[in-house]
């Protein structure tokens, strides 16, 4: 334990006595250290050597930290660039679905949408790589007081669209106004005291804009239907929707998505769009390093390393390594030839794909920011698209990428198995409806994608069969894929507690660098 803490830090030798259950089970995870050039030296065979499956964010990641010991590194990526499930769409891109239709993208030059990762919260270590890799962020508007709701209901709200604002201020006018309401009239005298009762009176006034008698009557927080201007200029303020309809309609129904913990502003987004994180790996690694084009076949464990045979340019090709980090996702890894045990096999099918997908759609007319003053920010919706999501970049400019939809699940199946040009009917449709039909005007092109429908991911990302959504409690299958199988190490956003962040990914891939780098300087 001392060698290793000398050699690799208090990471190592922490990494070293939890597997033999030496570690102290209220100790705290230590801050994780990249392993060092100097770690190995009289510890272990010199140019150890690991080949990663996947070039995606958890396999660049292992690949990049395992280099900085001085590892003999090989990722193996089937597509033709970095990023796996990340990736930016800008003019050149051409992609060929799983059903068979191939896309083309013709945006206008520096004009993208990343039809993966789209924001980075600040307490995510993608951020961290950002600054190591010299990747230039910007902040992303994750909401927008000036951006849409638009619910069905059994109310006079029904298929309206209300601003974001007014939306806020009628939610939370009517809820402080009730709330404030039940106290003064006794109704919570079994858990309030008068002074605790004078202090709600006090938060509620502020929080829900009420009168000095208690009632929210609307104010300037709900927007004006002119802007004030100059001299006796007052200008007109909105007026509120009755209480029963704000009530009964659910227009708040997602206020609470902001409260996430990986949700809050500010959030931030690389420029240029979030591929710039996974070209910098490349670079840092090395192109040498990385084999695209590279369709695994099979991955076998040979009892003194694995091997792994592949495609690449119509051939068939085999790498003998020491150790393999696969990085696959887990719905796929099963179709592999292998000789995994029929235990990992059963656990890598828990794992469940999500269904989702994004359209962009370049409008040669900034309409949302010359006529509605949106910069940024989400419309969000109960139609099928879900929400619409407006550029965060090119402010002011002649032209830009609205997000015409950003779907999962059961919404995301209405487009799935449609064409391009359906999806885009179906979505300028629907945005139409609620932003006018400015919408349907000034369109120069679009593209979409359905991750279930694109090659070699066939999932946005996954659920465990079994597992509370709310996470807290590991299923039996996902702490099965936590172990090695002999050599191989599976690693991904999925054996997070992150699952579908970038940030999952780095986690996960950096717990396995550091057990497989202890498993090593130990033997």
């Known amino acids: 334990m001392r060698g290793l803490g000398a050699t690799g830090g208090v990471g190592l030798a922490y990494g070293a006595m939890s597997a033999i259950g030496l570690a102290p089970a209220t100790a705290d995870t230590p801050r994780f250290r990249s392993p060092a050039m100097g770690d190995l030296i009289g510890k272990a065979a010199k140019n150890s050597s690991v080949v990663v499956l996947g070039g995606g964010p958890a396999g660049l990641c292992a690949a990049y930290e395992l280099r900085k010991a001085g590892y003999t590194v090989t990722v193996l990526e089937a597509r033709q660039r970095p990023g796996g499930r990340v990736w930016s769409v800008r003019g050149g891109t051409t ?190 690694i090395g192109t040498d390093r990385i084999r695209f084009g590279a369709e695994v076949t099979s991955m076998t464990n040979t009892g003194s390393g694995v091997r792994v045979e592949y495609r690449q340019d119509g051939d068939r090709k085999a790498i003998d390594a020491d150790y393999c980090i696969c990085t696959l996702p887990p719905n796929l890894v099963g179709r592999l030839g292998n000789n995994l045990p029929a235990d990992v096999l059963l656990a890598l099918k828990a794992a469940i794909p999500v269904s989702s997908g994004k359209l962009g759609i370049e409008y040669s007319r900034r309409w949302w920011e010359l006529e509605d003053r949106i910069y940024g920010g989400a419309t969000n919706t109960d139609k099928d698209i879900a929400q619409i999501m407006f550029p965060y970049d090119h402010f002011n400019a002649d032209r830009g990428v609205v997000v015409g939809y950003y779907n999962t699940g059961l919404r995301h199946l209405a487009f799935e198995s449609l064409t391009h040009r359906q999806r885009l009917a179906k979505a300028v449709d629907e945005g139409a409806a609620i932003h006018g039909d400015k919408y349907r005007g000034d369109i120069a092109s679009s593209f979409s994608g359905s991750w279930r429908r694109t090659k070699y991911s066939e999932g946005a990302w996954v659920g465990w069969s079994g597992s509370d959504a709310h996470g807290g409690e590991a299923t039996p299958e996902y702490t099965k894929l936590l172990a090695p199988v002999d050599r191989v190490y599976f690693a991904g956003d999925h054996l997070s507690n992150a699952i579908a962040w970038q940030h999952g990914a780095f986690t996960s891939a950096r717990d396995v660098v550091t057990a497989l780098h202890t498993r090593i300087a130990a033997s």
């Not at 209901?153 to 009517?174: F, H, N, P």
């Not at 309401?181 to 005291?193: E, F, I, Y």
């Open 95 to 284: 992609e060929t679905d799983l059903n068979g239709e191939t896309q083309s993208c013709t945006f206008a030059e520096g004009h993208y949408f990343n039809l993966g990762a789209t924001q980075i919260p600040q307490g995510h270590i993608t951020l961290d790589y950002c600054r190591e890799l010299g990747v230039e962020i910007q902040p992303f508007g994750n909401q927008n007081a000036n951006t849409l709701v638009n619910y069905r209901s059994e109310t006079e709200i029904s298929g309206q669209s209300v601003q974001y604002r007014a939306a806020k201020a009628d939610v939370y006018g009517y809820m402080s106004e009730l709330l404030q309401k039940a106290a003064s009239r006794g109704a919570l005298d079994d858990v309030l005291t008068s002074a605790d009762k004078d202090a709600l009176a006090t938060f509620l006034r502020d929080f829900g804009d009420l009168s000095s008698d208690g009632r929210y009557l609307g104010s300037s927080r709900r927007g004006y239907d002119s802007e004030p201007g100059a001299g006796l200029n007052f200008g007109s303020e909105r007026k509120p929707y009755g209480m029963s309809d704000v009530i009964r309609s659910g227009i708040g129904r997602n206020f609470s998505f902001e409260f996430g913990y990986d949700q809050a502003m500010m959030m931030m987004t690389p420029v240029g769009g979030m591929d710039r994180i996974y070209y910098a790996f490349q670079r840092e």
